[in-house]
């Protein structure tokens, strides 16, 4: 491994949602800091800084990854993806397209990490039960929803639908 | 996106969000992602580690040498540059935005250090030396008042900071002439509805103009405007505040955000720079703000029915460590409805305010509700429990009826409409609680432990701006002005091209208002929602707002909806009587329905909407005479029934009042205590719901903070005043696999008193949940006292007792364990032994060498000796997530060389402060020496909040590299003594020292 001096801003290239981007970041710089500061790829929140709320995920080379647990010097030459690169010519995915008529979002401040990691998972698990996503979810603290739509825009987007257990 | 059929209108539909496309693609910008000024400075703050202490001095000489430091503000700038806060009650309290000569909670600020980056900021918080002289904590009800407790303002004299008595009625009569009383003591915790964005300020001062101008997400009340504006010592014309379009949410938090603008503008007017400030989730936890906690102890006389005739109220509110503004909103906010839904005519009331060394309070999400009610509500539960009745006979019988409406409260409330009876009726019919019954008695049969809870409550909403005057006497209140009403503001547009545009002061949190006000307007002209424009990001210096601007006491659906309804008809008209001489018909007969202007009886004779638009710019001068053409109108509504308290403190708190009956099936596992909520049926009468997919996820979020509040929420402090829940994996918020979800119904009987007829819907939950879960808790264990949050702990200890402490003795050796001696602290004890290869007095050789001490200790950079042993030292220590550099004292006594000696110490850092001592033996061992230690140690500040799980292992890491360099050091080629005070080492390094 380089050791990479501390002191001094390192160039960091990496392939944002499919373009080649380049910034400079220290050693101890955050991924979540550099893409919301140094790339201007605002759309990654930062809830916690500690692992915990996942408001910071996105994909590091396919696979969600919490941006403030991870430095940005450890991705140089690596692809990244963010909730920015999910809509294609401004069309958004069936999956936002179901937490927009579900209301799976109220403040927003949650959801781009949550549509990270449905992105990353959805693709291992297409039909997740109601309790595995909700296993799934629990990696990720929303205070808006109580989550019951979120789920429920999932459930639909995956072709499902829910029966709560509860109603 | 979906496209939303016009047809019969868009109010009362559920019409998914305009805001939602910007939020789902990344563009929303929230107040950290919004462009800052070249120049701009970031800061750090420098927090308290002490819950109570005089702040004897600051030194931040080296602070600002650490290259990209440009300035450190300490309480100097502040009282050059500032006032303290005013405060809603007559009181010597003083409370500046950075401390002046003392500190009243973990977490309070000290220190501002501005630099080029925030990274930078940190690092040269860890320079900034701090001297404080620790003052006795004040930390409970009862310390707070016991007269002999330190006082947190001198000047006050005492931690009661008010008191007043209320009686409305003859309660003592009452009382007398009952068959039954019925009595409960209740304590409602400290907790927060804690949003996933925490608070940011860009703050920039205009010398030329004398004026400040700020951005942040403050979400009003802006009566606190003018309270920031005075601290600022500027007129509120020269305090500028804008918000962000976006903000990731409040629930009320975001208003305590207010000391901060005061301490950003004071930065940036000392550094002539602009300044940014985004805050972190360990500040927000630990010094943002807290609901109140609230003990009670309520009275019922009550009638052999189960009616209660009279009530006897003893409420005592924990604001903290500042009465800070709006408080006592949340003590004073319910006064109207301190009965609830019930028709109880005779009521006394006995509220006092206390202060603590804890953070100060504020709005949270149903404010004052979930307290009063737990104690309201917890009472009813135990009067049917007493009476052998049913809990919802008890609450049949008590229910204001329908027929009563609107309901003059005891205590001056006007509860406006609804049918609460009904209601009840139908949640118990279509939320099956039959079922739930049946549901529970077999649960019960199997031996389960099972409980049906129930709450019904009325939920305020559109504040009287009024209401906190009852704090004072009528008399003071005669001096100070009366004060009433809760003014809303909205301004609607329509430009030459037929545009039209909306603007209010409501400040949204993520609650959808652009949806609900772009479907209100497009309603009135006729409009696709499309052609609406709804602009939320606020601007004290163009937008019209008054004192009770903002996002809180659920003021959005009642009064500001209902505010540009009334702006934007006043605005259609008078577009109707610019088109009416063109079409030929009187104004009153023209409809706007499909982009279009037209006679009624004729659809052909019409004009297009644009056109009429474009009249209005292009050709006011070919107007009728006398007529205005100007195509905006801005309108500030009050609604009628907001009065200021009468002489004998009878308040209508609210404007209106939803009704909330809930219940709940819970199931409690005999063993982990764990409760699993079964079932949950909640049903509301919020009056007429503008957008159901909005009010329910309204609910849902509501109902979630409730959970979490209910089950696992709590804001812990160590009995010293450490602060214990700094992190995520601390204060335990509920996931997607605690939160279920309710059943939810809805009746609507529109309020009479707003122009749309709604009423809040988001509060609600937070209100009714905590207690229907704490009763079908009490319930399932058929306890008669709970506690919450009802963790798993809590609730084991009701079903085993209290969990003995761990056996004397079982401490495994060289392994540190969390003391059990201060209940919730961060205690450390620990003991262990490591076999050196060295003699007892090499061992102790090294051990008293400061050189040889200094290269075993982990992190250790500098040990000097300053006097007979005695040791300064500079240590960086990590624990967990946090790193911090200790500058620490330490003694050595009771040295029996070369046998045994004694460390003690205390020291502090930016983590926080600690203090222990240890006790190491050397003991001959064949060739070499056993080392045996035995250390107690308390941490306090950043490093108890955040890394308390992580003590113990950090420990067992330091002690252990200690003992691996002591081992090389002595079986090294020059075979040197053993390692010293390692115990010292690894206490110095957890904060403590040794
Ligand atoms: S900000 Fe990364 S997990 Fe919370
Ligand atoms: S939508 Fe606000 S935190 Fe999830």
């Known amino acids: 491994m380089t050791a990479l001096a501390a002191g001094t801003r390192h160039p960091v290239t990496i392939t944002l949602n499919g373009q080649p981007r380049t910034g ?45 647990l991870t430095l940005a010097v450890q991705v140089d030459g690596r692809r990244v993806d963010t909730v920015e690169g999910l809509a294609r010519e401004g069309r958004m995915t069936a999956l936002q397209d179901a937490f927009h008529r579900h209301h799976a979002l109220q403040c927003g401040f949650c959801t781009a990490g949550i549509l990270m990691s449905l992105a990353d998972w959805l693709v291992r698990v297409p039909k997740p039960t109601e309790a595995e996503l909700r296993d799934m979810l629990s990696g990720h603290l929303c205070r808006c929803t109580g989550y019951a739509a979120i789920v429920r825009a999932v459930m639909d987007v995956t072709g499902q639908t829910t029966e709560s257990v509860h109603v | ?35 800052v000024k070249p120049g701009t400075l970031h800061a750090a703050i420098l927090r308290s580690p002490h819950a109570h202490a005089e702040l004897l001095g600051i030194d931040t000489a080296a602070a600002r040498t650490v290259p990209g430091v440009a300035a450190v503000i300490t309480g100097e700038e502040a009282k050059r540059f500032s006032s303290p806060f005013l405060v809603g009650v007559k009181a010597p309290m003083e409370h500046w935005c950075l401390a002046v000569d003392r500190v009243r909670y973990v977490g309070e600020p000290v220190a501002v250090v501005l630099a080029d980056s925030r990274y930078v900021a940190e690092d040269a918080l860890d320079r900034i030396g701090a001297r404080y002289r620790p003052l006795p904590p004040v930390m409970t009800f009862d310390q707070a008042f016991d007269a002999a407790s330190e006082p947190l303002h001198p000047a006050l004299g005492s931690n009661l900071v008010n008191r007043r008595d209320f009686t409305y009625g003859d309660v003592d009569g009452a009382f007398a002439a009952a068959n039954w009383r019925v009595s409960v003591e209740v304590e409602f915790p400290r907790n927060s509805c804690t949003p996933m964005e925490c608070f940011v300020v860009l703050a920039d001062f205009d010398a030329a103009e004398g004026g400040y101008e700020v951005l942040s997400n403050f979400s009003g009340p802006f009566a606190v405007h003018p309270v920031m504006a005075r601290a600022l010592k500027v007129p509120g014309s020269k305090l500028r505040l804008k918000s962000p379009p976006h903000s990731g949410g409040s629930f009320g938090n975001k208003q305590a955000v207010f000391p901060y603008i005061v301490l950003m503008g004071v930065c940036a007017r000392a550094t002539g720079r602009p300044v940014k400030w985004v805050e972190d989730r360990l500040e927000h936890l630990m010094a943002a703000t807290s609901a109140t906690a609230r003990r009670m102890a309520l009275e019922a006389a009550v009638a052999a029915d189960g009616r209660v005739l009279a009530l006897r109220m003893e409420q005592t509110e924990d604001c903290g460590a500042y009465l800070r503004a709006p408080e006592p909103a949340s003590l004073y906010r319910n006064h109207g409805n301190l009965t609830g839904a019930y028709d109880i005519p005779t009521l006394s009331v006995v509220n006092r305010i206390v202060l603590t060394n804890k953070t100060p309070t504020g709005l949270n999400r149903g404010f004052g509700g979930g307290q009063l009610y737990y104690g309201l509500e917890r009472l009813m539960h135990r009067v ?58 077999a649960a019960r049969a199997e031996g ?94 163009k937008d019209a707002w008054s004192i009770a601007a903002g996002n809180y006491s659920s003021r959005f659906a009642g009064a500001v909806a209902g505010t540009a309804h009334l702006a934007a008809t006043r605005l259609r008209d008078r577009m109707a009587r610019l088109a009416a001489p063109q079409l030929n018909v009187a104004a ?76 709940c099936g819970v199931e409690v596992d005999r063993d982990t205590g764990r409760v699993r909520i079964d079932r949950y049926v909640t049903m509301h009468d919020a009056g007429r719901i503008l957008n159901p997919l909005l009010a329910e996820g309204q609910i849902q979020g ?51 008193v707003t122009p749309l007829g709604a009423k809040g819907v988001g509060e609600g939950n937070c209100m009714s949940t905590p207690v229907c879960l704490a009763n079908a808790v009490a319930d399932a264990l058929g306890v008669e006292t709970v506690t919450l949050p009802l963790t798993p702990h809590r609730v084991a200890a009701l079903i085993h007792g209290e969990e003995p402490p761990r056996p004397a003795g079982s401490t495994a050796p060289a392994r540190p364990a969390a003391a059990t001696g201060k209940p919730g602290g961060r205690g450390l004890t620990g003991e262990g032994s490591r076999a050196v290869p060295a003699t007892p007095e090499q061992v102790w050789a090294i051990l008293l060498d400061p050189k040889e001490l200094a290269a075993l200790l982990p992190g250790c950079e500098a040990l000097d000796l300053v006097g007979p042993n005695a040791y300064r030292a500079e240590v960086v220590v990590g624990v967990g997530p946090v790193r911090g550099r200790y500058v620490a004292e330490v003694a050595l006594s009771d040295l029996d060389p070369p046998n045994s000696l004694t460390l003690s110490g205390s020291g502090s850092s930016a983590l926080g402060t600690g203090r222990g001592s240890g006790h190491v033996t050397l003991e001959r061992h064949g060739d070499g020496t056993l080392v045996t230690y035995r250390y107690t140690a308390e941490v306090g500040g950043k490093v108890a909040a955040v890394g308390g799980r992580m003590l113990d292992s950090a420990a067992r890491l330091i002690i252990g590299q200690f003992f691996d360099k002591l081992i090389a050091r002595a079986g090294g080629p020059e075979a040197v003594p053993e390692r010293p005070s390692l115990l010292a080492r690894l206490l110095r390094l957890l904060g403590i020292r040794p």
């Open chain 2, 1 to 35: 996106m979906t496209a939303i059929p016009t047809q019969h209108g868009y109010v009362g539909r559920p019409v998914p969000r305009v805001e939602d496309a910007a939020l789902l693609t990344g563009s929303a910008r929230y107040a950290d992602d919004l462009p």
């Open chain 1, 24 to 68: 400079h970041a220290h050693p101890r710089t955050l991924l979540s800091d550099f893409l919301r500061h140094e790339l201007g790829a605002h759309s990654t929140r930062v809830g916690c800084e500690h692992g915990v709320c996942g408001a910071c995920t996105v994909r590091i080379d396919g696979v969600a990854q919490r941006a403030c």
């Open chain 2, 702 to 752: 509501g109902f979630a903070h409730a959970v979490g509040a209910a089950l696992y929420e709590e804001y812990a402090y160590g009995d010293d005043g450490r602060f214990l829940s700094g992190t995520f994996a601390d204060y335990l918020v509920p996931t997607a696999c605690e939160v279920p979800v309710p059943v939810i119904l809805h009746r609507e009987s529109p309020s009479p």
């Open chain 2, 588 to 663: 009153e007969e023209l409809v706007f329905a499909g982009g279009k202007v037209f006679a009624a009886g004729n659809p052909d004779n019409a004009l297009s909407f644009s056109r009429v638009a474009a009249a209005g710019h292009w050709s006011p001068g070919t107007l009728p005479d006398g007529q205005e053409a100007a195509l905006r109108e801005t309108v500030f509504w009050t609604p009628e029934p907001l009065k200021a308290p009468t002489d004998a403190d009878h308040i209508n708190s609210s404007a209106c009042y939803g009704f909330i009956i809930d219940f």
């Open chain 2, 448 to 541: 389960r432990l099972y409980g049906i809870g129930y709450a019904a409550v009325v939920e305020p909403s559109v504040s009287n701006m009024g209401y906190i005057t009852t704090v004072l006497t009528a008399e003071e209140r005669r001096k100070a002005g009366p004060k009433n009403g809760a003014q809303a503001s909205a301004t609607v547009a329509v430009d030459p091209t037929g545009g039209v545009s909306v603007s209010v002061e409501s400040v949204p949190q993520g609650q959808g208002h652009r949806t609900v006000l772009a479907q209100v307007a497009a309603d009135v002209f006729g409009l696709p929602m499309e052609q609406i424009t709804v602009v939320t990001d606020f601007d004290t210096a």
């Open chain 2, 384 to 441: 049917a429990v007493e009476l052998g009745l049913d809990p919802l006979d008890v609450i049949r019988r008590n229910l204001v009826p329908a027929a009563a409406m609107p309901h003059a409260t005891a205590s001056g409330g006007s509860l406006d409409s609804g049918d609460f009876h009904a209601c009840l009726e139908e949640a118990v019919e279509r939320g099956d609680l039959e079922g739930l019954k049946a549901k529970r008695d």
